[in-house]
Each structure stands twice: as C-alpha cells, then as structure tokens.
C-alpha cells in the first residue's frame, strides 16, 4: 500500500497569492516524522520543513507552513506569497520512527507561479 | 561547509557495460543513502548505510547493483551490466541520525548524476 500520497500533479498558482500542496500518509506507527522537499528543475534537493508527530504545533519556516492534521494523515504544505523562483516539483516524504531510518517520498507535485 | 557531492555529473554508457556512481557525503554524517528518480517519478529507495551497521539493500532492483561504503565516508554505486531501464537520475543523500533526534534529522541531497544507457 501507498504510504504517501499526492494527489495534485501539477498546480498553478499566481505570483504572490498562497497556494496548498496536498499530502496524505498512512501509518501504524504512532511516532513518525514528515518531511517536505523542493526540487527546482536543477534537480538538487532541497528540505523545506518538518514536522514530527508528536509536535503540539504546526511547524512554520519562513513563507512554508504545514498544515498538520493528525486524525486525517494529512501533512498539507501551505507556501504563502508565492514566488516566481517557488515553481519547482514538491515531494512529500515520511519517516517512522518504528521501523528503519528510511523516509519513503511521494510522487511529488509540480507547481508553477504565473507572474 | 561542503554539501554532498556526486560525480560525475552526466554519465551515458552503452547497454552492457558497468558503471560507477560516487557519493561524498557531508563530513561527520553517519547515514547516507542512495535513491533512484526516473524521469517524472518521486525518489525510488535503493540502499542506506548507517555507521558502522550492515547495509539496508532491501530497495535494490537486482543483483547488478551493488553499493559500497568506505571507512563511514564515501560511497560507490555500482551497476553492472546496464540495461536502458536503469536510466534515471541517483540521488544520494547523507544526515546525521543521532540517537535523541528523534528521526527529524534532515536528509541533505547531492545534485544527483544523470545516467543515460544507449
């Protein structure tokens, strides 16, 4: 079974308007962590945000947010006042600390900015 | 500092010959991994060393791949015998697992080598 999942392809997204990429997970294992990564068309990866199960708090890091709800194992990243450099391909990755150290990622959501 | 490395960059061989893949990770990172992304994919897990632990290869495809890694540093994918379905992009990442980091130690990637079979 897929553990995450992205449903969205592909999203566009005006300059300077927020946009919410979809990511949902299935777990047993009550302790996991969930990572966000950005993939500009360079190809580098690059770590957005985590977010740990058990965290009180959404985790916030600059104009990234997630939107964490724990009950629907859903991990949505929220990015605010998008920029034109934000177009790139968004993976969604967890890890459960239960098992091996190995994050399993999505399949990713490519998001363009119009000016 | 330095960031992971990867080379070379760009590799095109033909059907049936072996390639090699390095990865220099970050200095003082204890785990590194190596993930496959064919074109338009999300990342394929091929193999994870942690310290002095035995390798996880459960991702690995087949027999023809194999991955090294020597004195807790620098790795080396190897594919023998290449097919062109082999052609993809590895991603080899390194982080710094600890035992009270409670699994939110951030994975930090190379630029990947583009692998291209004739």
């Known amino acids: 079974a897929q553990k995450i999942t992205q449903t969205q392809p592909g999203m566009f997204v005006q300059e300077k308007e927020a946009v919410t990429l979809d990511c949902t997970y299935d777990t047993s294992d009550p302790s996991y962590g969930l990572f966000w990564y950005k993939q500009p068309s360079s190809g580098e990866m690059i770590f957005l945000i985590y977010q740990g199960s058990y965290d009180q708090q959404n985790a916030t890091e600059g104009r990234y947010s997630l939107n964490f709800q724990k009950a629907r194992k859903s991990a949505n990243l929220v990015i605010s006042a998008s920029q034109l450099g934000d177009s790139a391909m968004y993976f969604c990755?967890?890890?459960?600390?239960?098992?091996?150290?190995?994050?399993?990622f999505g399949r990713g959501t490519s998001l363009i900015v119009h000016p | 500092g330095a960031g992971v490395s990867q080379s070379p960059s760009n590799k095109v061989t033909e059907k049936g010959k072996d390639v090699e893949l390095r990865c220099d990770p970050i200095?003082?990172?204890?785990?590194l991994y190596w993930y496959r992304q064919s074109l338009g994919q999300g990342l394929e897990f091929l193999i994870y060393?942690?310290?002095?632990?035995?390798?996880?290869k459960s991702g690995l495809p087949s027999d023809r791949f194999s991955a090294e890694r020597t004195g807790g540093s620098v790795s080396t994918l190897t594919i023998q015998r290449t097919q062109q379905e082999d052609s993809a992009v590895y991603l080899c990442?390194?982080?710094?697992?600890?035992?009270?980091?409670?699994?939110?130690?951030?994975?930090?990637f190379g630029p990947g080598t583009r692998l291209l079979v004739l």
């Open positions: 990755a967890m890890r459960e600390l239960g098992g091996s150290y190995i994050p399993t």
């Open positions: 990442a390194s982080s710094l697992v600890t035992s009270g980091g409670a699994g939110k130690e951030t994975q930090y």
């Open positions: 200095s003082g990172h204890t785990a």
């Open positions: 060393f942690q310290g002095n632990s035995a390798p996880d």
